[in-house]
């Protein structure tokens, strides 16, 4: 009878001791306002430069907090990636709460490209986004959001399932990195997050797939036409940017019915190289190359 007791007792002291002391709820969201705490976010120990909070600036202006990461660049050094990562409130079991997407504002500040995906460990597996979001610099705040799915997520260590491992997520993370991975690219950037909120994917596919921009001629010698479909009348925005994301020239921002929509631009004046689109239209993003030639 003792065996059994003891047996039992240390069976519940398991389960105890492997249950997150966190529980990730559907639609919980960090928004960083009221306080600099960084509500469990971290890069590290030891970091010189922890991610912290700003109380000015964010994706709602002027009072509106926001989470700021900075990475050195410098490698096998602490603080040189690009990452953010949680282990408090973002952890739990995601298939009971619900949650199959993440998403967010996120804002590049520095003055390099940001390829931001998300990962989750869970068991002894990791899983990072397989494509990456590229902000540019000075493309001011974005909204985001992450399918949490076999067809979204690659699994970068261990050999558990995707579905495995969302019983018992042991650690959230945002990173940087530009050809896929757990760990962040090596980099120096600058990295501003808001509002990240867990939700659910109410589509099977992201909403970008449908929302092609044809860019032609590319190379452009003396004007290239954008030619892109809506599903829906939409506030549109297309700008071009250089390479180290200064704002070349906003081509259009009206708003434009469902259909088959165009927009040409000139690049009078300006010098051959490589050029970046952004084309806006509600919340859908599509970004591009465009090379100019004398």
């Known amino acids: 009878m003792i065996v059994v007791?003891?047996?039992?007792?240390?069976?519940?002291?398991?389960?105890?001791?492997?249950?997150?002391?966190?529980?990730?709820?559907?639609?919980?969201?960090?928004?960083?306002?009221?306080?600099?705490?960084?509500?469990?976010?971290?890069?590290?120990?030891?970091?010189?430069?922890?991610?912290?909070?700003?109380?000015?600036?964010?994706?709602?202006?002027?009072?509106?907090?926001?989470?700021?990461?900075?990475s050195s660049g410098f490698a096998a050094v602490p603080g040189g990636r690009q990452v953010v990562f949680n282990r408090a409130q973002w952890l739990g079991d995601y298939v009971a709460a619900g949650v199959t997407?993440?998403?967010?504002?996120?804002?590049?500040?520095?003055?390099?490209?940001?390829?931001?995906?998300?990962?989750?460990?869970?068991?002894?597996?990791?899983?990072?986004?397989t494509n990456a979001v590229v902000l540019t610099p000075g493309s001011g705040w974005q909204a985001l959001s992450f399918p949490i799915s076999d067809a979204a997520m690659t699994r970068e260590f261990g050999a558990d399932d995707l579905a495995d491992a969302l019983l018992n997520v042991t650690e959230f993370r945002v990173n940087s990195s530009q050809f896929g991975g757990w760990r962040g690219d090596v980099v120096a950037s600058s990295m501003g997050i808001d509002d990240i909120t867990a939700g659910s994917d109410p589509?099977?596919?992201?909403?970008?797939?449908?929302?092609?921009?044809?860019?032609s001629p590319n190379p452009v010698v003396n004007q290239a036409l954008f030619s892109f479909r809506l599903p829906a009348t939409a506030d549109v925005e297309l700008r071009v940017f250089d390479?180290?994301?200064?704002?070349v020239e906003t081509i259009l921002q009206s708003t434009r019915p469902a259909g088959l929509n165009s927009a040409s631009w000139n690049p009078r004046g300006q010098s051959a190289g490589t050029y970046f689109y952004q084309l806006r239209a509600g919340t859908r993003v599509s970004r591009g190359k465009l090379i100019v030639v004398d």
């Open 243 to 247: 390479t180290r994301g200064r704002l």
């Open 5 to 70: 007791r003891l047996a039992s007792l240390l069976a519940v002291t398991a389960v105890l001791c492997s249950s997150p002391a966190f529980a990730i709820t559907f639609g919980q969201t960090d928004d960083f306002q009221g306080s600099t705490d960084p509500l469990g976010w971290a890069e590290g120990a030891p970091s010189p430069n922890p991610p912290f909070v700003v109380l000015d600036g964010g994706p709602g202006g002027t009072g509106d907090s926001f989470l700021q990461a900075n």
């Open 203 to 215: 589509t099977p596919a992201p909403a970008i797939v449908d929302f092609a921009v044809d860019v």
């Open 101 to 129: 997407q993440v998403s967010m504002m996120v804002a590049n500040l520095g003055s390099t490209d940001l390829y931001v995906r998300i990962g989750v460990q869970g068991g002894s597996s990791r899983f990072a986004s």
